[in-house]
Antibody, heavy 120, light 110 residues
Protein backbone atom coordinates (compact mmCIF):
# COMPACT_ATOMS: atom_id res chain seq x y z
CA UNK A 1 0.00 0.00 0.00
CA UNK A 2 1.35 3.40 -1.02
CA UNK A 3 1.77 5.76 1.92
CA UNK A 4 3.13 9.27 2.23
CA UNK A 5 3.61 10.66 5.72
CA UNK A 6 4.64 14.28 6.27
CA UNK A 7 6.26 15.62 9.40
CA UNK A 8 8.13 18.67 10.63
CA UNK A 9 5.37 21.24 10.71
CA UNK A 10 4.82 23.58 13.62
CA UNK A 11 4.78 27.16 14.81
CA UNK A 12 7.62 29.40 13.66
CA UNK A 13 8.22 33.13 13.85
CA UNK A 14 8.40 35.29 10.72
CA UNK A 15 11.86 35.10 9.25
CA UNK A 16 12.43 31.68 10.76
CA UNK A 17 13.14 28.32 9.16
CA UNK A 18 11.55 24.90 9.14
CA UNK A 19 12.32 21.62 7.41
CA UNK A 20 9.50 19.36 6.32
CA UNK A 21 9.92 15.67 5.62
CA UNK A 22 7.81 13.19 3.71
CA UNK A 23 8.37 9.48 4.26
CA UNK A 24 7.31 7.28 1.38
CA UNK A 25 6.49 3.59 1.58
CA UNK A 26 4.80 0.93 -0.51
CA UNK A 27 6.56 1.90 -3.73
CA UNK A 28 9.98 2.63 -5.13
CA UNK A 29 10.12 6.37 -4.60
CA UNK A 30 13.21 6.71 -6.80
CA UNK A 31 11.02 6.02 -9.82
CA UNK A 32 8.70 8.97 -9.34
CA UNK A 33 8.68 12.74 -9.36
CA UNK A 34 7.47 14.19 -6.09
CA UNK A 35 5.88 17.52 -5.29
CA UNK A 36 4.92 19.73 -2.40
CA UNK A 37 1.49 21.37 -2.53
CA UNK A 38 0.16 23.67 0.18
CA UNK A 39 -3.23 24.92 1.27
CA UNK A 40 -3.66 28.05 3.33
CA UNK A 41 -6.52 28.00 5.85
CA UNK A 42 -9.82 28.20 3.97
CA UNK A 43 -8.08 28.53 0.61
CA UNK A 44 -7.42 26.37 -2.42
CA UNK A 45 -4.50 24.19 -3.40
CA UNK A 46 -1.26 25.94 -4.33
CA UNK A 47 1.63 24.10 -5.92
CA UNK A 48 4.98 24.78 -4.21
CA UNK A 49 7.73 22.70 -5.76
CA UNK A 50 8.61 19.63 -7.83
CA UNK A 51 11.63 17.35 -7.94
CA UNK A 52 12.28 14.68 -10.54
CA UNK A 53 13.07 11.09 -9.64
CA UNK A 54 16.84 11.57 -9.80
CA UNK A 55 16.78 15.18 -8.53
CA UNK A 56 17.96 16.35 -11.95
CA UNK A 57 15.03 18.68 -12.45
CA UNK A 58 13.70 20.99 -9.75
CA UNK A 59 11.00 23.63 -10.08
CA UNK A 60 9.52 26.20 -7.71
CA UNK A 61 6.51 28.45 -7.61
CA UNK A 62 7.45 32.11 -7.86
CA UNK A 63 6.06 32.71 -4.39
CA UNK A 64 8.73 30.51 -2.75
CA UNK A 65 11.64 30.73 -5.18
CA UNK A 66 14.85 31.68 -3.39
CA UNK A 67 13.43 30.84 0.04
CA UNK A 68 12.46 27.15 -0.20
CA UNK A 69 14.62 24.22 -1.26
CA UNK A 70 13.25 20.83 -2.24
CA UNK A 71 15.42 17.73 -2.00
CA UNK A 72 15.11 13.98 -1.73
CA UNK A 73 17.04 10.99 -0.45
CA UNK A 74 16.00 7.97 -2.49
CA UNK A 75 17.98 5.63 -0.28
CA UNK A 76 15.74 6.70 2.60
CA UNK A 77 12.57 7.00 0.48
CA UNK A 78 12.24 10.54 1.75
CA UNK A 79 11.35 13.95 0.38
CA UNK A 80 12.23 17.23 2.07
CA UNK A 81 11.33 20.90 1.95
CA UNK A 82 13.68 23.36 3.59
CA UNK A 83 11.78 26.58 4.22
CA UNK A 84 13.72 29.73 5.08
CA UNK A 85 12.72 33.37 5.55
CA UNK A 86 9.21 32.28 6.38
CA UNK A 87 6.36 34.76 6.07
CA UNK A 88 2.86 34.87 7.47
CA UNK A 89 1.53 34.01 4.02
CA UNK A 90 3.41 30.71 4.11
CA UNK A 91 1.00 29.52 6.80
CA UNK A 92 -0.66 26.44 5.34
CA UNK A 93 -1.05 22.70 5.42
CA UNK A 94 1.77 21.27 3.34
CA UNK A 95 1.11 18.06 1.41
CA UNK A 96 3.61 15.88 -0.37
CA UNK A 97 2.26 14.12 -3.43
CA UNK A 98 3.49 11.52 -5.89
CA UNK A 99 3.32 12.77 -9.44
CA UNK A 100 2.89 10.62 -12.52
CA UNK A 101 4.80 12.18 -15.41
CA UNK A 102 5.31 9.26 -17.75
CA UNK A 103 2.29 8.64 -19.96
CA UNK A 104 0.34 11.13 -17.95
CA UNK A 105 0.50 14.13 -15.63
CA UNK A 106 -1.33 13.87 -12.34
CA UNK A 107 -0.96 13.36 -8.60
CA UNK A 108 -2.07 9.86 -7.70
CA UNK A 109 -1.19 9.73 -3.99
CA UNK A 110 -1.12 12.43 -1.32
CA UNK A 111 0.03 12.52 2.27
CA UNK A 112 -2.21 13.65 5.10
CA UNK A 113 -0.43 16.99 5.37
CA UNK A 114 1.52 18.86 8.03
CA UNK A 115 0.53 22.29 9.32
CA UNK A 116 2.99 25.16 9.24
CA UNK A 117 2.02 28.28 11.14
CA UNK A 118 4.12 31.42 10.76
CA UNK A 119 3.27 33.89 13.50
CA UNK A 120 4.96 36.03 16.11
CA UNK B 1 1.31 31.01 -14.18
CA UNK B 2 -2.41 31.81 -13.85
CA UNK B 3 -4.70 29.50 -11.98
CA UNK B 4 -7.35 27.61 -13.89
CA UNK B 5 -10.84 29.08 -13.50
CA UNK B 6 -13.52 27.13 -11.67
CA UNK B 7 -16.90 28.30 -10.35
CA UNK B 8 -16.63 28.82 -6.59
CA UNK B 9 -19.72 26.79 -5.88
CA UNK B 10 -22.10 24.23 -7.35
CA UNK B 11 -25.03 22.33 -5.98
CA UNK B 12 -27.51 19.61 -6.74
CA UNK B 13 -30.05 17.36 -5.10
CA UNK B 14 -29.45 13.69 -4.41
CA UNK B 15 -29.83 11.66 -7.57
CA UNK B 16 -29.28 14.64 -9.86
CA UNK B 17 -26.28 15.38 -12.03
CA UNK B 18 -23.94 18.30 -11.62
CA UNK B 19 -21.13 19.54 -13.85
CA UNK B 20 -18.13 21.58 -12.70
CA UNK B 21 -16.12 23.47 -15.30
CA UNK B 22 -12.41 24.25 -15.40
CA UNK B 23 -11.31 26.88 -17.89
CA UNK B 24 -7.71 27.33 -18.90
CA UNK B 25 -5.98 28.52 -22.03
CA UNK B 26 -4.67 27.15 -25.30
CA UNK B 27 -1.33 26.65 -23.50
CA UNK B 28 -2.63 24.24 -20.88
CA UNK B 29 -6.13 22.70 -20.94
CA UNK B 30 -6.56 23.37 -24.63
CA UNK B 31 -3.21 21.95 -25.67
CA UNK B 32 -2.89 18.77 -23.62
CA UNK B 33 -5.11 15.87 -22.59
CA UNK B 34 -3.58 15.97 -19.14
CA UNK B 35 -6.40 17.36 -17.04
CA UNK B 36 -7.00 15.79 -13.63
CA UNK B 37 -9.61 16.31 -10.92
CA UNK B 38 -9.30 15.98 -7.16
CA UNK B 39 -11.91 15.64 -4.43
CA UNK B 40 -11.20 17.02 -0.97
CA UNK B 41 -13.37 16.55 2.07
CA UNK B 42 -12.89 18.95 5.01
CA UNK B 43 -9.71 18.23 6.92
CA UNK B 44 -8.66 15.52 4.49
CA UNK B 45 -6.05 15.20 1.78
CA UNK B 46 -7.06 15.60 -1.86
CA UNK B 47 -8.00 12.39 -3.70
CA UNK B 48 -7.52 11.76 -7.40
CA UNK B 49 -10.88 11.26 -9.13
CA UNK B 50 -10.13 11.74 -12.84
CA UNK B 51 -6.89 11.82 -14.81
CA UNK B 52 -6.03 12.39 -18.48
CA UNK B 53 -9.35 14.22 -18.94
CA UNK B 54 -11.66 11.23 -18.59
CA UNK B 55 -9.94 8.24 -16.99
CA UNK B 56 -11.00 6.98 -13.57
CA UNK B 57 -8.56 5.43 -11.09
CA UNK B 58 -9.50 2.09 -9.66
CA UNK B 59 -12.09 2.48 -6.92
CA UNK B 60 -13.63 5.72 -8.15
CA UNK B 61 -17.33 5.24 -8.90
CA UNK B 62 -18.39 5.49 -12.54
CA UNK B 63 -20.77 8.25 -11.47
CA UNK B 64 -17.74 10.48 -11.92
CA UNK B 65 -16.82 11.37 -15.49
CA UNK B 66 -14.63 13.92 -17.21
CA UNK B 67 -14.55 15.61 -20.59
CA UNK B 68 -12.94 18.49 -22.41
CA UNK B 69 -13.90 20.93 -25.13
CA UNK B 70 -11.41 23.51 -26.29
CA UNK B 71 -9.90 25.28 -23.31
CA UNK B 72 -12.53 24.04 -20.86
CA UNK B 73 -12.56 20.73 -19.02
CA UNK B 74 -15.56 19.46 -17.09
CA UNK B 75 -16.23 17.06 -14.25
CA UNK B 76 -19.71 15.55 -14.17
CA UNK B 77 -21.09 13.73 -11.18
CA UNK B 78 -24.28 11.81 -11.90
CA UNK B 79 -26.59 10.27 -9.32
CA UNK B 80 -25.39 12.70 -6.66
CA UNK B 81 -24.92 11.25 -3.21
CA UNK B 82 -24.46 12.95 0.13
CA UNK B 83 -20.84 11.81 0.34
CA UNK B 84 -20.04 13.67 -2.88
CA UNK B 85 -20.29 16.95 -0.96
CA UNK B 86 -16.71 18.22 -1.01
CA UNK B 87 -14.34 20.64 -2.68
CA UNK B 88 -13.19 19.77 -6.19
CA UNK B 89 -10.01 20.99 -7.87
CA UNK B 90 -8.83 20.66 -11.44
CA UNK B 91 -5.23 20.55 -12.60
CA UNK B 92 -3.59 20.68 -16.00
CA UNK B 93 -0.20 20.14 -17.51
CA UNK B 94 1.18 23.47 -18.68
CA UNK B 95 4.02 22.38 -20.94
CA UNK B 96 6.74 23.96 -18.82
CA UNK B 97 6.77 21.61 -15.82
CA UNK B 98 5.09 24.18 -13.60
CA UNK B 99 1.90 23.04 -11.93
CA UNK B 100 -1.37 24.97 -11.90
CA UNK B 101 -4.57 24.18 -10.03
CA UNK B 102 -8.04 25.58 -10.37
CA UNK B 103 -9.33 27.75 -7.56
CA UNK B 104 -11.65 25.00 -6.38
CA UNK B 105 -15.40 24.43 -6.42
CA UNK B 106 -17.41 23.75 -3.29
CA UNK B 107 -20.09 21.19 -4.13
CA UNK B 108 -23.17 21.18 -1.94
CA UNK B 109 -25.63 18.29 -2.02
CA UNK B 110 -28.97 19.84 -1.15
Amino acid sequence: EVQLVESGGGLVKPGGSLRLSCAASGFTSSSYSMDWVRQAPGKGLEWVSSISSSSSYIYYAESVKGRFTISRDNAKNSLYLQMNSLRAEDTAVYYCARKITIFGWYFDYWGQGTLVTVSS
Amino acid sequence: QSALTQPPSASGSPGQSVTISCTGTSSDVGDYNYVSWYQQHPGKAPKLMIYEVSKRPSGVPDRFSGSKSGNTASLTISGLQAEDEADYYCNSYTGNNLVVFGGGTKLTVL
